[in-house]
């Protein structure tokens, strides 16, 4: 079973887009996946609820360390979805389980700020600290045209003590598939496969730590 755990202290920052489309990758690709929701506003849950019948299921449980004890033992991929402004106290309940942490970050000043401290504090987890329990920052909502998201990537790259995974463009795509319960990976057109390029080295990453 991989374990993945998604988290900021930053709210709006992209986490469940993280979560799902990453469980709408393993459900294609035939692994039995879950979303375990411990973020009170509930996304990652109710997209998996709205999945059609035409894409292949992902298991939805609310909640936190009892939650994990419900997802059953033939399960391949868990991904944690956990609430915004959460420290160690509140990620404690997973860290144990977790393989890797993915941090996503948004490209303004204020974004940026708050994915520093947050990543300092990662920093301490004694896990982490040892190098038992990998992290990777995911650019998200870039506009890589645009010096802001440049400007971004080059601060998170030249400051952050976990390398940056992934750059993910902002795109309507994921609100519309999301309202769907679906995700890129459910679809194969020649637009959606472009955006599914940006994945590629996230998962390549996930895999080798794996």
Same mark, same amino acid.
């Given at each position: 079973?991989?374990?993945?755990?998604? $988290?900021? +202290?930053?709210?709006?920052?992209?986490?469940? @887009?993280?979560?799902?489309?990453?469980?709408?990758?393993?459900?294609?690709?035939?692994?039995?996946?879950?979303?375990?929701?411990?973020?009170?506003?509930? +996304? +990652?849950?109710?997209? $998996?609820?709205?999945?059609?019948?035409?894409?292949?299921?992902?298991?939805?449980?609310?909640?936190?360390?009892?939650?994990?004890?419900?997802?059953?033992?033939? @399960?391949?991929?868990?991904?944690?979805?956990?609430?915004?402004?959460?420290?160690?106290?509140?990620?404690?309940?997973?860290?144990?389980?977790?393989?890797?942490?993915?941090?996503?970050?948004?490209?303004?000043?204020?974004?940026?700020?708050? @994915?520093?401290?947050?990543?300092?504090?990662?920093?301490?987890?004694?896990?982490?600290?040892?190098?038992?329990?990998?992290?990777?920052?995911?650019?998200?909502?870039?506009?890589?045209? @645009?010096?802001?998201?440049?400007?971004?990537?080059?601060?998170?790259?030249?400051?952050?003590?976990?390398?940056?995974?992934?750059?993910?463009?902002?795109?309507?795509? #994921?609100?519309?598939?999301?309202?769907?319960?679906?995700?890129?990976?459910? #679809?194969? +057109?020649?637009?959606?496969?472009?955006?599914?390029?940006?994945?590629?080295?996230?998962?390549?990453?996930?895999?080798?730590?794996?």
């Amino acid at each position: 079973m991989l374990t993945v755990l998604v $988290a900021s +202290s930053k709210g709006g920052c992209g986490k469940s @887009t993280l979560v799902t489309q990453l469980a709408s990758h393993w459900a294609q690709d035939g692994k039995n996946t879950a979303i375990v929701d411990a973020d009170r506003q509930g +996304s +990652s849950f109710r997209w $998996a609820a709205r999945r059609a019948d035409n894409v292949p299921g992902v298991l939805a449980l609310e909640g936190g360390r009892r939650a994990l004890d419900k997802i059953p033992s033939d @399960t391949q991929r868990v991904l944690i979805d956990t609430p915004a402004g959460s420290h160690e106290k509140d990620l404690e309940p997973y860290l144990e389980q977790a393989d890797v942490i993915l941090v996503p970050a948004l490209p303004s000043t204020f974004d940026m700020d708050a @994915t520093f401290a947050f990543l300092e504090h990662l920093q301490q987890i004694p896990r982490v600290k040892r190098g038992k329990l990998p992290v990777g920052v995911v650019g998200n909502r870039l506009k890589p045209w @645009t010096n802001a998201s440049q400007d971004a990537m080059t601060q998170l790259a030249e400051g952050s003590p976990f390398p940056v995974v992934a750059q993910l463009r902002d795109s309507q795509a #994921y609100v519309l598939l999301t309202a769907l319960g679906k995700g890129i990976f459910d #679809y194969a +057109s020649e637009n959606v496969r472009s955006h599914q390029e940006d994945w590629k080295q996230l998962l390549r990453w996930i895999k080798r730590q794996h």
